[in-house]
């Protein structure tokens, strides 16, 4: 497996993103461009990643061309396809996004999102997406979300079966569907079945934590790895089973320390469950 994480460093040239990534000892990165037209900062920024030995992991495309609103849905659309072109062209491992809402928050929660017309929509929205782009080095993915498609990993293969494209992927967050007590006791056979059903289609993954307070109702609350519950040991092990350039990505943590702090928390559970970090 590789590790990364955001980074807090001058990233506005190659050999300085470069710089940055390896003072965090990270091998995966996210994205550092944005625009898919630069086509020269993107040959730059792809050669300088390859001769560094760096695993571009993953561009993201945060919008909701699912939206109740029909300029919105355009919008998503045309950026969830110009940033899968961008990550062709870099030569990242996936771009990802959430499904969409129904609703008026792009990744929120919505009493339509579950829905048998949603599913439906979920797929012709994705076929188009990959269609309009026609990749060749990437994959376009969604992360698991507790409130919207795919909430499970049995969710996530009707839909990778639903949409029936080669270019169509897995991205892994398991705190993301940790929406339980039941969930955030038993996550580690949540995992287990994670990557049983869906990890020959894994193309990056996302590191993060999280704590079941006392408070009522249910409250669960993302924190930084190493200070919840979920399973590290199991969660690393399963990855180091897949493709070892499979990244596992650090993210919404507020500074350069508390990402520091994840990092050492991750690279201490790797040793001790004999997990190669390359």
Not at 48 to 68: D, F, K, L, Q, R
Not at 92 to 101: D, F, K
Not at 125 to 142: C, E, M, N, Q
Not at 267 to 273: E, G, P, Q, S
Request: hydrophobic share 40%; aromatic share 8%; charged share 25%.
């Amino acid at each position: 497996m590789r590790l990364g994480g955001h980074v807090f460093g001058d990233v506005s040239d190659p050999e300085s993103w470069i710089a940055v990534l390896k003072g965090c000892g990270y091998t995966a990165a996210y994205c550092p461009l944005n625009d898919a037209q630069d086509d020269g900062a993107i040959r730059a920024y792809a050669k300088a990643a390859a001769e560094a030995n760096i695993v571009i992991a993953e561009v993201g495309t945060w919008s909701n061309p699912m939206s109740p609103h029909e300029d919105e849905r355009r919008k998503a659309l045309a950026l969830c396809q110009e940033r899968l072109a961008l990550a062709d062209k870099i030569g990242a491992r996936c771009c990802v996004n959430v499904a969409g809402s129904r609703g008026e928050k792009w990744a929120g929660h919505h009493p339509d999102n579950f829905t048998e017309d949603t599913f439906d929509r979920i797929v012709e929205v994705t076929r188009s997406i990959i269609d309009a782009v026609k990749p060749t080095r990437t994959f376009y993915t969604l992360e698991m979300m507790p409130w919207m498609y795919p909430d499970s990993p049995d969710s996530y293969v009707r839909l990778v079966r639903a949409i029936d494209r080669e270019r169509f992927a897995v991205h892994l967050d398991p705190v993301n569907i940790i929406c339980s007590p039941q969930r955030f006791y038993n996550n580690s056979a949540l995992i287990r079945a994670c990557f049983a059903k869906l990890g020959p289609h894994i193309k990056s993954c996302h590191a993060k934590d999280i704590a079941f307070s006392q408070k009522l109702t249910v409250h669960l609350d993302e924190v930084r790895p190493g200070s919840g519950g979920l399973d590290y040991p199991t969660y690393l092990q399963e990855l180091g089973r897949l493709d070892p350039d499979t990244p596992l990505m650090i993210e919404h943590l507020p500074n350069e320390e508390e990402y520091a702090l994840a990092a050492e928390h991750i690279r201490a559970v790797a040793k001790d469950v004999s997990v190669t970090i390359n």
